[in-house]
Protein backbone atom coordinates (compact mmCIF):
# COMPACT_ATOMS: atom_id res chain seq x y z
CA UNK A 1 0.00 0.00 0.00
CA UNK A 2 2.93 2.32 0.77
CA UNK A 3 6.07 0.96 -0.67
CA UNK A 4 6.32 1.66 -4.15
CA UNK A 5 5.60 4.84 -6.39
CA UNK A 6 2.09 4.43 -6.36
CA UNK A 7 -0.16 1.18 -5.03
CA UNK A 8 -2.71 0.03 -7.16
CA UNK A 9 -5.25 -2.41 -5.32
CA UNK A 10 -8.53 -3.97 -6.36
CA UNK A 11 -11.45 -4.84 -3.96
CA UNK A 12 -12.48 -8.28 -3.81
CA UNK A 13 -15.94 -9.76 -5.07
CA UNK A 14 -16.74 -13.32 -5.82
CA UNK A 15 -16.86 -12.58 -9.63
CA UNK A 16 -13.45 -10.72 -9.82
CA UNK A 17 -11.49 -14.12 -9.15
CA UNK A 18 -11.02 -14.32 -12.67
CA UNK A 19 -9.83 -11.28 -13.47
CA UNK A 20 -7.43 -10.91 -10.24
CA UNK A 21 -5.72 -14.03 -10.82
CA UNK A 22 -4.95 -12.82 -14.89
CA UNK A 23 -3.84 -9.50 -13.78
CA UNK A 24 -2.80 -10.40 -10.43
CA UNK A 25 1.13 -8.98 -12.25
CA UNK A 26 0.10 -5.90 -12.69
CA UNK A 27 -2.00 -5.06 -9.24
CA UNK A 28 0.23 -4.26 -6.37
CA UNK A 29 -2.62 -5.43 -3.80
CA UNK A 30 -6.16 -6.67 -3.27
CA UNK A 31 -8.77 -5.32 -0.44
CA UNK A 32 -11.17 -8.29 0.40
CA UNK A 33 -14.05 -6.33 2.65
CA UNK A 34 -14.95 -7.49 5.52
CA UNK A 35 -18.45 -8.91 5.03
CA UNK A 36 -17.39 -10.84 1.92
CA UNK A 37 -14.59 -12.20 4.10
CA UNK A 38 -16.86 -13.56 7.05
CA UNK A 39 -20.03 -14.47 4.26
CA UNK A 40 -17.89 -16.32 1.54
CA UNK A 41 -15.35 -17.83 4.40
CA UNK A 42 -14.01 -20.79 2.69
CA UNK A 43 -14.13 -19.61 -0.93
CA UNK A 44 -12.56 -16.39 -0.23
CA UNK A 45 -10.55 -17.45 2.43
CA UNK A 46 -9.26 -20.36 0.11
CA UNK A 47 -8.35 -17.74 -3.13
CA UNK A 48 -7.08 -15.46 -1.32
CA UNK A 49 -4.88 -17.60 0.88
CA UNK A 50 -3.83 -19.33 -2.59
CA UNK A 51 -3.19 -16.45 -4.12
CA UNK A 52 -0.86 -15.13 -1.79
CA UNK A 53 1.09 -18.45 -1.67
CA UNK A 54 2.33 -17.60 -4.90
CA UNK A 55 5.68 -16.02 -5.66
CA UNK A 56 5.44 -12.37 -6.50
CA UNK A 57 1.62 -12.33 -5.43
CA UNK A 58 -0.01 -9.31 -4.63
CA UNK A 59 -0.90 -8.02 -1.25
CA UNK A 60 -3.92 -8.44 0.67
CA UNK A 61 -5.76 -6.58 3.55
CA UNK A 62 -9.69 -6.76 5.22
CA UNK A 63 -11.32 -3.60 5.01
CA UNK A 64 -13.49 -3.84 8.16
CA UNK A 65 -15.67 -1.41 6.83
CA UNK A 66 -17.66 -1.20 10.37
CA UNK A 67 -19.18 2.40 9.65
CA UNK A 68 -21.78 -0.59 8.20
CA UNK A 69 -22.66 -1.01 12.00
CA UNK A 70 -23.13 2.83 12.53
CA UNK A 71 -26.98 2.49 11.41
CA UNK A 72 -29.90 0.62 11.97
CA UNK A 73 -29.70 -2.98 9.62
CA UNK A 74 -33.24 -4.55 10.59
CA UNK A 75 -36.72 -3.42 11.12
CA UNK A 76 -39.99 -4.51 11.06
CA UNK A 77 -40.02 -4.98 7.36
CA UNK A 78 -36.81 -5.34 6.96
CA UNK A 79 -34.67 -7.97 7.57
CA UNK A 80 -30.94 -7.96 7.89
CA UNK A 81 -28.45 -9.34 5.49
CA UNK A 82 -26.37 -12.58 6.13
CA UNK A 83 -23.16 -11.26 5.75
CA UNK A 84 -23.85 -8.71 8.08
CA UNK A 85 -25.03 -10.81 10.81
CA UNK A 86 -22.23 -13.39 10.18
CA UNK A 87 -19.63 -10.42 10.72
CA UNK A 88 -21.11 -9.84 13.73
CA UNK A 89 -21.18 -13.00 14.78
CA UNK A 90 -17.41 -13.69 14.19
CA UNK A 91 -16.91 -10.22 16.25
CA UNK A 92 -18.69 -11.85 18.58
CA UNK A 93 -20.94 -8.70 18.97
CA UNK A 94 -24.26 -9.38 17.56
CA UNK A 95 -26.05 -6.37 18.94
CA UNK A 96 -24.08 -4.62 15.61
CA UNK A 97 -26.88 -6.03 13.92
CA UNK A 98 -29.75 -3.34 15.15
CA UNK A 99 -33.03 -2.16 14.60
CA UNK A 100 -32.04 1.75 15.67
CA UNK A 101 -28.90 4.05 14.97
CA UNK A 102 -26.61 3.29 17.67
CA UNK A 103 -24.99 6.73 18.88
CA UNK A 104 -21.33 7.14 19.96
CA UNK A 105 -22.07 6.36 23.55
CA UNK A 106 -23.51 2.46 22.55
CA UNK A 107 -19.48 1.79 22.13
CA UNK A 108 -17.77 2.10 25.31
CA UNK A 109 -14.00 1.07 25.60
CA UNK A 110 -14.91 -2.23 26.93
CA UNK A 111 -17.47 -2.77 24.06
CA UNK A 112 -14.36 -1.55 21.34
CA UNK A 113 -11.69 -3.72 22.74
CA UNK A 114 -13.91 -6.73 22.71
CA UNK A 115 -14.65 -6.23 19.10
CA UNK A 116 -10.66 -5.40 18.53
CA UNK A 117 -9.87 -8.68 19.93
CA UNK A 118 -11.89 -10.82 17.49
CA UNK A 119 -10.65 -8.95 14.72
CA UNK A 120 -7.38 -9.09 15.40
CA UNK A 121 -7.74 -12.96 15.96
CA UNK A 122 -9.62 -13.20 12.66
CA UNK A 123 -7.06 -11.13 10.68
CA UNK A 124 -4.17 -13.37 11.98
CA UNK A 125 -5.67 -17.12 11.94
CA UNK A 126 -6.78 -16.09 8.15
CA UNK A 127 -3.72 -18.30 7.73
CA UNK A 128 -5.30 -21.47 8.93
CA UNK A 129 -5.40 -23.09 5.64
CA UNK A 130 -8.93 -25.31 5.07
CA UNK A 131 -9.60 -27.97 2.25
CA UNK A 132 -11.12 -25.35 -0.17
CA UNK A 133 -6.89 -23.72 -0.29
CA UNK A 134 -6.23 -27.18 -2.76
CA UNK A 135 -9.12 -26.06 -4.81
CA UNK A 136 -7.61 -23.04 -5.79
CA UNK A 137 -4.66 -23.54 -5.53
CA UNK A 138 -4.86 -26.83 -8.51
CA UNK A 139 -7.45 -23.95 -9.80
CA UNK A 140 -4.03 -21.36 -9.96
CA UNK A 141 -2.22 -24.34 -12.17
CA UNK A 142 0.66 -23.58 -10.19
CA UNK A 143 2.99 -25.83 -7.34
CA UNK A 144 1.80 -23.66 -4.51
CA UNK A 145 2.17 -24.46 -0.73
CA UNK A 146 0.08 -23.95 2.02
CA UNK A 147 2.89 -22.62 4.42
CA UNK A 148 3.68 -20.12 2.08
CA UNK A 149 -0.18 -18.58 2.64
CA UNK A 150 0.55 -15.29 4.12
CA UNK A 151 -1.42 -13.03 6.75
CA UNK A 152 -2.62 -9.64 5.80
CA UNK A 153 -0.28 -7.16 5.20
CA UNK A 154 -1.50 -4.80 7.76
CA UNK A 155 -4.30 -5.23 10.08
CA UNK A 156 -6.68 -2.59 9.59
CA UNK A 157 -8.24 -1.24 12.51
CA UNK A 158 -11.93 -0.91 12.99
CA UNK A 159 -13.21 2.50 11.90
CA UNK A 160 -16.33 4.69 12.51
CA UNK A 161 -17.30 7.55 10.21
CA UNK A 162 -17.03 10.74 11.45
CA UNK A 163 -17.85 14.88 10.12
CA UNK A 164 -15.12 15.97 11.98
CA UNK A 165 -12.31 15.86 14.88
CA UNK A 166 -15.97 17.57 16.82
CA UNK A 167 -17.59 14.27 16.08
CA UNK A 168 -17.85 12.36 19.14
CA UNK A 169 -17.77 9.81 16.54
CA UNK A 170 -14.11 10.83 15.53
CA UNK A 171 -12.81 10.66 19.54
CA UNK A 172 -14.70 6.45 19.52
CA UNK A 173 -13.09 6.23 16.23
CA UNK A 174 -9.53 7.03 17.56
CA UNK A 175 -10.16 4.99 20.65
CA UNK A 176 -10.78 1.75 18.50
CA UNK A 177 -7.69 2.05 16.79
CA UNK A 178 -5.63 2.84 19.73
CA UNK A 179 -7.09 -0.73 21.56
CA UNK A 180 -6.78 -2.62 18.03
CA UNK A 181 -3.14 -1.86 18.10
CA UNK A 182 -2.86 -2.79 22.00
CA UNK A 183 -4.55 -6.33 20.73
CA UNK A 184 -2.39 -6.90 17.45
CA UNK A 185 0.70 -5.74 19.69
CA UNK A 186 3.97 -6.63 18.15
CA UNK A 187 2.73 -9.91 15.91
CA UNK A 188 2.06 -7.65 12.81
CA UNK A 189 1.06 -3.87 11.89
CA UNK A 190 -2.14 -1.92 12.41
CA UNK A 191 -3.45 0.66 9.86
CA UNK A 192 -5.29 3.80 10.86
CA UNK A 193 -8.71 4.43 8.63
CA UNK A 194 -9.14 8.15 8.61
CA UNK A 195 -13.20 8.26 7.24
CA UNK A 196 -14.57 11.65 7.03
CA UNK A 197 -17.89 12.57 5.94
CA UNK A 198 -16.65 15.38 3.39
CA UNK A 199 -13.09 17.23 2.34
CA UNK A 200 -13.29 19.75 4.47
CA UNK A 201 -12.73 17.90 7.43
CA UNK A 202 -9.64 16.51 6.19
CA UNK A 203 -7.04 19.38 7.08
CA UNK A 204 -8.58 19.33 10.90
CA UNK A 205 -8.43 15.14 10.70
CA UNK A 206 -4.72 15.35 9.60
CA UNK A 207 -3.56 17.84 12.06
CA UNK A 208 -4.67 15.89 14.61
CA UNK A 209 -3.16 12.54 13.80
CA UNK A 210 0.31 10.55 14.96
CA UNK A 211 0.51 8.02 12.76
CA UNK A 212 3.34 7.91 10.19
CA UNK A 213 0.46 6.30 7.30
CA UNK A 214 -3.17 6.03 7.42
CA UNK A 215 -5.53 4.30 5.13
CA UNK A 216 -8.26 7.52 3.67
CA UNK A 217 -11.91 7.40 3.04
CA UNK A 218 -13.85 10.67 1.97
CA UNK A 219 -17.35 9.47 2.21
CA UNK A 220 -18.85 9.78 -1.38
CA UNK A 221 -16.27 11.82 -3.17
CA UNK A 222 -17.77 11.11 -6.28
CA UNK A 223 -15.15 12.11 -8.66
CA UNK A 224 -17.51 12.86 -11.45
CA UNK A 225 -19.59 14.51 -10.05
CA UNK A 226 -18.21 16.75 -7.11
CA UNK A 227 -17.34 20.37 -7.40
CA UNK A 228 -13.97 21.72 -8.57
CA UNK A 229 -14.16 23.16 -4.82
CA UNK A 230 -14.63 20.09 -3.00
CA UNK A 231 -12.02 18.02 -5.31
CA UNK A 232 -9.32 20.79 -4.46
CA UNK A 233 -9.88 20.79 -0.74
CA UNK A 234 -8.94 16.49 -1.20
CA UNK A 235 -6.24 17.44 -2.84
CA UNK A 236 -5.36 20.17 -0.01
CA UNK A 237 -5.77 17.61 2.62
CA UNK A 238 -3.32 15.30 0.68
CA UNK A 239 -0.84 17.94 0.32
CA UNK A 240 -0.96 18.47 4.27
CA UNK A 241 -0.59 14.45 4.94
CA UNK A 242 2.28 14.96 2.68
CA UNK A 243 3.76 17.76 3.99
CA UNK A 244 3.28 16.39 7.64
CA UNK A 245 5.11 13.16 6.18
CA UNK A 246 1.98 11.18 6.67
CA UNK A 247 2.00 8.70 3.97
CA UNK A 248 -2.14 8.17 2.78
CA UNK A 249 -3.60 5.18 0.60
CA UNK A 250 -7.24 5.92 -0.23
CA UNK A 251 -9.46 3.45 0.16
CA UNK A 252 -11.83 4.51 -2.92
CA UNK A 253 -10.39 6.24 -5.67
CA UNK A 254 -10.47 6.43 -9.74
CA UNK A 255 -8.49 8.58 -12.22
CA UNK A 256 -8.50 11.72 -9.80
CA UNK A 257 -6.55 9.78 -7.16
CA UNK A 258 -3.90 9.49 -10.07
CA UNK A 259 -3.87 12.82 -9.84
CA UNK A 260 -3.85 13.05 -6.45
CA UNK A 261 -0.45 11.22 -6.76
CA UNK A 262 1.14 14.62 -7.44
CA UNK A 263 0.52 15.92 -4.02
CA UNK A 264 1.66 12.74 -2.39
CA UNK A 265 -1.23 10.13 -2.66
CA UNK A 266 0.40 6.49 -1.89
CA UNK A 267 -2.29 4.41 -3.66
CA UNK A 268 -5.71 3.84 -4.08
CA UNK A 269 -8.30 1.35 -4.63
CA UNK A 270 -11.09 0.49 -7.01
CA UNK A 271 -13.58 -2.22 -7.22
CA UNK A 272 -13.25 -4.01 -10.77
CA UNK A 273 -15.51 -2.37 -13.10
CA UNK A 274 -17.28 0.49 -10.52
CA UNK A 275 -16.46 1.34 -7.06
CA UNK A 276 -14.27 4.56 -7.21
CA UNK A 277 -16.09 6.52 -4.36
CA UNK A 278 -18.63 4.96 -1.33
CA UNK A 279 -21.46 6.30 0.45
CA UNK A 280 -21.06 4.72 3.98
CA UNK A 281 -25.07 4.85 4.38
CA UNK A 282 -24.67 2.66 1.27
CA UNK A 283 -22.71 0.31 2.79
CA UNK A 284 -24.95 -2.14 3.48
CA UNK A 285 -25.63 -3.05 -0.29
CA UNK A 286 -23.61 -4.19 -2.77
CA UNK A 287 -23.40 -6.33 -6.03
CA UNK A 288 -21.17 -7.75 -8.86
CA UNK A 289 -20.46 -4.34 -11.37
CA UNK A 290 -22.70 -3.93 -14.21
CA UNK A 291 -21.32 -4.53 -17.85
CA UNK A 292 -19.78 -1.24 -18.83
CA UNK A 293 -16.52 0.08 -21.00
CA UNK A 294 -14.25 2.29 -18.95
CA UNK A 295 -12.96 4.67 -21.48
CA UNK A 296 -9.84 6.03 -21.81
CA UNK A 297 -10.08 9.14 -23.45
CA UNK A 298 -12.82 10.08 -21.05
CA UNK A 299 -11.19 8.32 -17.47
CA UNK A 300 -14.57 7.10 -16.91
CA UNK A 301 -17.17 4.17 -17.58
CA UNK A 302 -19.85 4.52 -20.08
CA UNK A 303 -22.58 2.56 -21.64
CA UNK A 304 -21.13 -0.03 -24.27
CA UNK A 305 -23.53 1.44 -26.87
CA UNK A 306 -22.06 5.03 -26.44
CA UNK A 307 -18.41 3.67 -26.38
CA UNK A 308 -19.12 2.02 -29.96
CA UNK A 309 -20.50 5.25 -31.32
CA UNK A 310 -18.01 7.25 -30.05
CA UNK A 311 -15.31 4.32 -31.76
CA UNK A 312 -16.96 5.03 -34.62
CA UNK A 313 -16.71 8.55 -34.54
CA UNK A 314 -12.76 8.04 -34.11
CA UNK A 315 -11.38 5.08 -33.61
CA UNK A 316 -8.05 6.61 -32.66
CA UNK A 317 -8.90 8.57 -29.94
CA UNK A 318 -11.41 6.34 -28.33
CA UNK A 319 -10.42 3.04 -29.39
CA UNK A 320 -8.13 1.12 -26.62
CA UNK A 321 -4.86 -0.68 -27.39
CA UNK A 322 -5.03 -2.94 -24.01
CA UNK A 323 -4.66 -7.08 -24.70
CA UNK A 324 -8.20 -7.22 -23.68
CA UNK A 325 -8.95 -4.48 -26.80
CA UNK A 326 -6.56 -4.43 -29.53
CA UNK A 327 -9.01 -1.34 -30.95
CA UNK A 328 -11.71 -3.24 -31.76
CA UNK A 329 -14.87 -2.62 -31.14
CA UNK A 330 -16.27 -2.18 -27.80
CA UNK A 331 -19.15 -4.08 -28.57
CA UNK A 332 -17.53 -7.05 -28.84
CA UNK A 333 -15.61 -7.40 -25.39
CA UNK A 334 -17.18 -9.78 -23.03
CA UNK A 335 -18.49 -9.44 -19.44
CA UNK A 336 -14.36 -10.54 -18.22
CA UNK A 337 -12.54 -8.55 -21.03
CA UNK A 338 -14.67 -5.13 -20.28
CA UNK A 339 -13.34 -6.05 -16.56
CA UNK A 340 -9.84 -6.63 -17.31
CA UNK A 341 -9.32 -3.62 -19.39
CA UNK A 342 -10.90 -1.64 -17.31
CA UNK A 343 -8.12 -2.47 -14.71
CA UNK A 344 -5.68 -2.12 -17.60
CA UNK A 345 -6.51 1.31 -18.51
CA UNK A 346 -5.80 2.09 -14.72
CA UNK A 347 -2.49 0.43 -14.53
CA UNK A 348 -2.15 2.59 -17.90
CA UNK A 349 -2.79 5.70 -16.59
CA UNK A 350 -0.69 4.97 -13.49
CA UNK A 351 2.60 4.31 -15.39
CA UNK A 352 1.65 7.46 -17.93
CA UNK A 353 0.28 10.05 -16.01
CA UNK A 354 2.41 9.93 -13.12
CA UNK A 355 5.43 11.43 -15.01
CA UNK A 356 3.19 14.73 -15.83
CA UNK A 357 3.94 17.80 -13.34
CA UNK A 358 0.03 19.33 -12.48
CA UNK A 359 -0.07 22.17 -14.97
CA UNK A 360 0.77 19.48 -17.29
CA UNK A 361 -1.89 17.39 -16.16
CA UNK A 362 -3.97 20.27 -16.17
CA UNK A 363 -2.77 21.23 -19.85
CA UNK A 364 -3.54 17.53 -21.16
CA UNK A 365 -7.14 17.44 -19.57
CA UNK A 366 -7.78 20.88 -21.27
CA UNK A 367 -6.68 19.11 -24.84
CA UNK A 368 -8.53 15.79 -24.12
CA UNK A 369 -11.38 18.04 -23.54
CA UNK A 370 -11.07 20.05 -26.18
CA UNK A 371 -10.48 17.50 -28.71
CA UNK A 372 -13.52 15.34 -27.27
CA UNK A 373 -16.09 18.63 -28.03
CA UNK A 374 -14.93 19.47 -31.54
CA UNK A 375 -14.74 15.35 -32.75
CA UNK A 376 -18.31 15.02 -31.34
CA UNK A 377 -19.28 17.99 -32.58
CA UNK A 378 -18.10 17.55 -36.16
CA UNK A 379 -19.18 13.95 -36.17
CA UNK A 380 -21.97 13.03 -38.90
CA UNK A 381 -24.49 11.42 -36.48
CA UNK A 382 -28.24 12.06 -35.23
CA UNK A 383 -28.20 15.50 -32.62
CA UNK A 384 -29.93 13.01 -29.77
CA UNK A 385 -27.25 10.98 -29.94
CA UNK A 386 -24.58 14.31 -30.01
CA UNK A 387 -26.08 16.13 -27.43
CA UNK A 388 -25.62 12.87 -24.92
CA UNK A 389 -22.46 12.24 -26.10
CA UNK A 390 -21.69 15.92 -25.03
CA UNK A 391 -22.48 15.53 -21.30
CA UNK A 392 -20.35 12.63 -20.80
CA UNK A 393 -16.98 14.86 -20.25
CA UNK A 394 -18.86 17.20 -18.17
CA UNK A 395 -16.27 15.75 -15.16
CA UNK A 396 -13.20 17.21 -16.79
CA UNK A 397 -13.51 21.14 -16.45
CA UNK A 398 -13.83 20.37 -12.57
CA UNK A 399 -10.50 18.26 -12.72
CA UNK A 400 -8.58 21.15 -14.46
CA UNK A 401 -9.91 23.64 -12.24
CA UNK A 402 -9.53 21.69 -9.20
CA UNK A 403 -6.00 21.51 -10.29
CA UNK A 404 -5.12 24.98 -11.66
CA UNK A 405 -6.85 25.74 -7.93
CA UNK A 406 -4.25 23.98 -6.00
CA UNK A 407 -1.01 24.70 -8.38
ZN1 LIG B 1 -8.68 -1.99 -23.55
Same mark, same amino acid.
Given at each position: ?121 ? #? ?47 ? &? ?45 ? #? ?105 ? !??? #??? &? ?32 ? !? ?12 ? #? ?27
Amino acid at each position: MFDRGFSHYLTYGATDQHTIVELSQIIDGVIVPATVAAFQKDGTGGFVLSLSARESAPDYVIDPRFPLYQQALRGSERKPKKSHLMLSELLEDEGLVQASDPSPNDFDDKRLAGIAKKWVEF #NLGYTEVDAKFQKYAERLGERILPQDAKTPKYIIAPYFMASGVEDPWWE &RSQRFFELTKEAVGSDSECLRVVAVKSADALPDAIESISEERIGLWV #NDLHELTTDPADLAGYLRGIRAASASEISVFALYGGFFSVIASKVGLNGSCHGIGFGEHRKWVELPSSGPAPARYYSPALHRYVSQEDAYQLWRIDEEFFGCQCAEC !KGQ #NPL &RLDYHELMKHSVRCRAEEISNWRQFRLDEISAKL !KEQYARFIETVESA #NIAERDKDRLLRLPRHLPNWFRAVDEIG
